[in-house]
């Protein structure tokens, strides 16, 4: 099992959003490293979701429920998407203050490749952040 983080402005679609549809198509991303990491996800995966914009925060869980197939807002045809399944709003949002506080995610791509939409989580790090959400 692997761990991811996709990022959304909440004044598009938040996490709250997520919370009272139960289930979306996570659609839009064009990046091709993000793209990337889509295709990797896989059915019961765990994803946090972070805020961008104002907020810049992990706010909640998701989990996978379908593994990626062709994104259909995409007129070209070559991006996927994946559907997610809202989890669990975290008790406290972890800022990106907070993370970049912390030597254990120095290499995460949150910090190190700040436009990125969609990444992969160490176990470790997904921990650590549970732990600061507490």
């Not at 909640?60 to 994104?71: N, S």
Request: hydrophobic residues 45%; positive net charge; contains cysteine.
């Amino acid at each position: 099992m692997n761990h991811w983080l996709v990022k959304t402005e909440p004044d598009e679609y938040s996490y709250q959003m997520l919370q009272s549809q139960r289930r979306c198509a996570w659609t839009g991303v064009r990046n091709n490293l993000a793209l990337k990491y889509l295709r990797q996800m896989k059915l019961a995966d765990p994803v946090m979701v972070y805020h961008t914009g104002n907020e810049k925060a992990v706010v909640g869980l998701a989990t996978v429920v379908r593994e990626a197939y062709p994104d259909p807002t995409d007129p070209n045809a070559k991006a996927v998407a994946v559907d997610l399944q809202a989890a669990t709003p975290l008790a406290h949002p972890v800022s990106l203050l907070q993370i970049k506080s912390h030597a254990a995610f120095a290499t995460w791509e949150l910090v190190r490749i700040p436009r990125l939409s969609v990444m992969p989580v160490s176990e470790l790090q997904f921990k650590r952040i549970l732990e600061l959400a507490k």
